[in-house]
């Protein structure tokens, strides 16, 4: 690769309707491509960190439609090169509406899925629309590129892989349902589709456990949390309702399969569960900051790190939050099981989404407002500021990364 290729990228403009932010976009995607063409032409990578990028939203406060919206974009980073590298692929519809779930990646790299929970309304500006499509994207000779799109059901939220990336598992928020996407080399198809809820329930969360057989769902506004049984052709089956605290929302299991964690919005916890005879129940919970927008845990299992707004989008002076920034709080998970928050990292505007490499010693962060991705090492025992912000096109609404 020659020296002069540039891999961090400092030619992003925030969107916008201008003809100098309109050049200087068509510059970001040359360079991109300069970049990261020779890696595409490669194997996937095994250390990709993917970002579902807003084009839409904004947060001032309130959320609000930005002059100009657009579709959305994905960014795919490659940490396993040196230096780093990214693709962006525009066109993506996306959404930050709804936990920071709507991207996931399979294990190997070779398939990409993104759900548009909302949409910019072409006959209302200034509003947004509910939208049913999830995009798939594949790498090939040319870079990563859209490779097909579906219509699954009424605000499509949290995706779940399976291992061999032949299914998905989407949420369908204004459905109270969860859709399953089967997909093969010429297409996708939608292969069941089964209610728990209503609309009003705001299904907003899936995740699948690491041998399959049990996924979690999130009722967001009656904080449920739904426990189904994955039969072997991929229907679901509930089998439990676990009441949690208020505002339920994003899911994650440690590896073992035995515990998982959710974010619980509304009162500020972190809510840990355990299997016991079969059955799920609260082992603890734990406060974080204002608002866990999403709980990540490395794939080591060692690590979580919970993304919160805290004062981001505090307006009300005497509010204790107030001129605080947002933060990631960190946790260190020992051998017994227990949860110790180790440190908080500072960021600016609204978090998202945020994810660990799959050699679980690098934290990328979104900043939503900041148009970037902050990057964070594990050094000694502790994480710190690597020095490395990737710009992207859009506002960063879900990370994920691929895993050994």
């Given at each position: 690769?020659?020296?002069?290729?540039?891999?961090?990228?400092?030619?992003?403009?925030?969107?916008?309707?201008?003809?100098?932010?309109?050049?200087?976009?068509?510059?970001?995607?040359?360079?991109?491509?300069?970049?990261?063409?020779?890696?595409?032409?490669?194997?996937?990578?095994?250390?990709?960190?993917?970002?579902?990028?807003?084009?839409?939203?904004?947060?001032?406060?309130?959320?609000?439609?930005?002059?100009?919206?657009?579709?959305?974009?994905?960014?795919?980073?490659?940490?396993?090169?040196?230096?780093?590298?990214?693709?962006?692929?525009?066109?993506?519809?996306c959404?930050?509406?709804?936990?920071?779930?709507?991207?996931?990646?399979?294990?190997?790299?070779?398939?990409?899925?993104?759900?548009?929970?909302?949409?910019?309304?072409?006959?209302?500006?200034?509003?947004?629309?509910?939208?049913?499509?999830?995009?798939?994207?594949?790498?090939?000779?040319?870079?990563?590129?859209?490779?097909?799109?579906?219509?699954?059901?009424?605000?499509?939220?949290?995706?779940?892989?399976?291992?061999?990336?032949?299914?998905?598992?989407?949420?369908?928020?204004?459905?109270?349902?969860?859709?399953?996407?089967?997909?093969?080399?010429?297409?996708?198809q939608?292969?069941g589709?089964?209610t728990?809820?209503?609309?009003?329930?705001?299904l907003?969360?899936?995740?699948?456990?690491?041998?399959?057989?049990?996924?979690?769902?999130?009722?967001?506004?009656?904080?449920?949390?739904?426990?189904?049984?994955?039969?072997?052709?991929?229907?679901?089956?509930?089998?439990?309702?676990?009441?949690?605290?208020?505002?339920?929302?994003?899911?994650?299991?440690?590896?073992?399969?035995?515990r998982?964690?959710?974010?619980?919005?509304?009162?500020?916890?972190?809510?840990?569960?355990?299997?016991?005879?079969?059955?799920?129940?609260?082992?603890?919970t734990?406060?974080?900051?204002?608002?866990?927008?999403?709980?990540?845990?490395?794939?080591d299992?060692?690590?979580v790190?919970?993304?919160?707004?805290?004062?981001?989008?505090?307006?009300?002076?005497?509010?204790?939050?107030?001129?605080?920034?947002?933060?990631?709080?960190?946790?260190?998970?020992?051998?017994?099981?227990?949860?110790?928050?180790?440190?908080?990292?500072?960021?600016?505007?609204?978090?998202?989404?945020?994810?660990?490499?799959?050699?679980?010693?690098?934290?990328?962060?979104?900043?939503?407002?900041?148009?970037?991705?902050?990057?964070?090492?594990?050094?000694?025992?502790?994480?710190?500021?690597?020095?490395?912000?990737?710009?992207?096109?859009?506002?960063?609404?879900?990370?994920?990364?691929?895993?050994?």
């Amino acid at each position: 690769m020659r020296k002069e290729c540039k891999t961090i990228i400092d030619t992003y403009t925030r969107a916008s309707s201008s003809a100098h932010a309109s050049r200087r976009l068509k510059h970001f995607a040359a360079t991109i491509l300069l970049v990261c063409a020779p890696w595409c032409a490669a194997a996937p990578a095994r250390m990709l960190v993917v970002s579902a990028n807003d084009q839409a939203s904004g947060y001032a406060g309130n959320m609000f439609v930005r002059p100009g919206a657009r579709p959305g974009g994905v960014t795919v980073v490659d940490f396993s090169a040196s230096p780093v590298r990214a693709w962006h692929v525009e066109g993506v519809p996306c959404s930050v509406i709804g936990p920071p779930s709507c991207v996931a990646v399979s294990a190997d790299g070779g398939e990409i899925l993104v759900s548009a929970a909302m949409q910019p309304d072409p006959d209302d500006a200034g509003k947004l629309r509910t939208d049913s499509r999830v995009t798939r994207l594949r790498p090939g000779a040319n870079g990563w590129a859209r490779a097909g799109e579906i219509e699954v059901g009424a605000q499509v939220s949290g995706i779940a892989f399976s291992r061999d990336a032949k299914r998905a598992w989407v949420a369908l928020r204004a459905e109270g349902a969860v859709g399953l996407v089967g997909l093969r080399d010429d297409g996708m198809q939608v292969k069941g589709k089964w209610t728990f809820a209503t609309g009003a329930d705001s299904l907003s969360d899936i995740e699948l456990s690491p041998d399959e057989r049990t996924a979690f769902a999130t009722l967001h506004t009656t904080a449920t949390l739904l426990v189904l049984r994955v039969e072997a052709d991929g229907a679901l089956v509930e089998k439990q309702r676990l009441q949690l605290p208020r505002g339920a929302y994003h899911i994650g299991f440690l590896p073992d399969g035995k515990r998982a964690l959710v974010g619980c919005t509304v009162d500020d916890v972190m809510c840990v569960l355990e299997e016991h005879d079969g059955a799920w129940r609260i082992r603890e919970t734990i406060p974080t900051g204002r608002t866990p927008e999403g709980v990540f845990i490395s794939p080591d299992g060692r690590w979580v790190a919970v993304t919160c707004f805290d004062g981001a989008n505090m307006l009300i002076k005497n509010n204790l939050w107030f001129g605080q920034p947002s933060r990631v709080y960190i946790y260190s998970v020992n051998k017994d099981g227990a949860i110790k928050r180790e440190q908080s990292l500072d960021l600016k505007n609204v978090l998202q989404g945020a994810a660990f490499t799959a050699d679980s010693r690098t934290l990328v962060a979104g900043q939503f407002g900041e148009g970037n991705l902050r990057v964070f090492q594990l050094k000694e025992g502790a994480w710190s500021d690597s020095g490395l912000t990737i710009e992207i096109p859009g506002q960063s609404a879900a990370l994920t990364a691929t895993r050994n």
